[in-house]
């Protein structure tokens, strides 16, 4: 399963690092935002599934309120990819879960294809290690 995900992420090579995985993975990065207004004027342009969102972006901690907004407001399935997963502990509405930096390739995938399957009504059994979903 393929999807349309856009990385908002302010550092620039765990930007690029994102993209090279997600592409051999075979899904379409739409997209590299380094700021909250950069990434929903993104979203407002173009067709997004999935949204992986730092916290702390290039315009200060925007992450959490941007992916309320994307989740809630615009229908983008939204992981958070934090080294801060405290800061949303107690989860974010329209948001799924957070994965904490640094991770691997693998924990990337596994999350990414749960989240996937969520979003397409697909049965999963549980979480993948990693992934800390919300409530």
């Known amino acids: 399963m393929t999807a349309r995900i856009l990385i908002i992420e ?8 994102l993209r090279f995985v997600l592409e051999d993975l ?3 990065v739409v997209g590299v ?14 067709d997004v599934d999935l949204a992986l969102v730092d916290i702390h972006l ?12 994307l989740g809630q407001d ?14 949303v502990r107690d989860g ?4 799924m879960g957070v994965l904490s930096k640094p991770t691997d390739e693998r924990c990337v995938q596994k999350a990414i ?5 969520c979003r397409h009504g697909e049965p999963v059994e549980y979480a993948p290690p990693g992934l800390q979903l919300f409530a």
């Open 58 to 69: 290039s315009d200060g901690p925007t992450g959490i309120s941007l992916g309320r907004e």
């Open 92 to 95: 974010v509405a329209g948001a």
């Open 113 to 117: 294809d749960y989240a996937l399957r």
């Open 74 to 87: 615009m229908g983008v399935t939204v992981l958070f990819m934090t080294a801060n997963p405290g800061m």
């Open 33 to 46: 935002a380094t700021t909250a207004k950069g990434a929903r004027d993104m979203a407002r342009e173009i």
């Open 26 to 28: 075979g899904h379409e």
């Open 10 to 17: 302010d550092e620039a090579l765990v930007a690029m690092e």
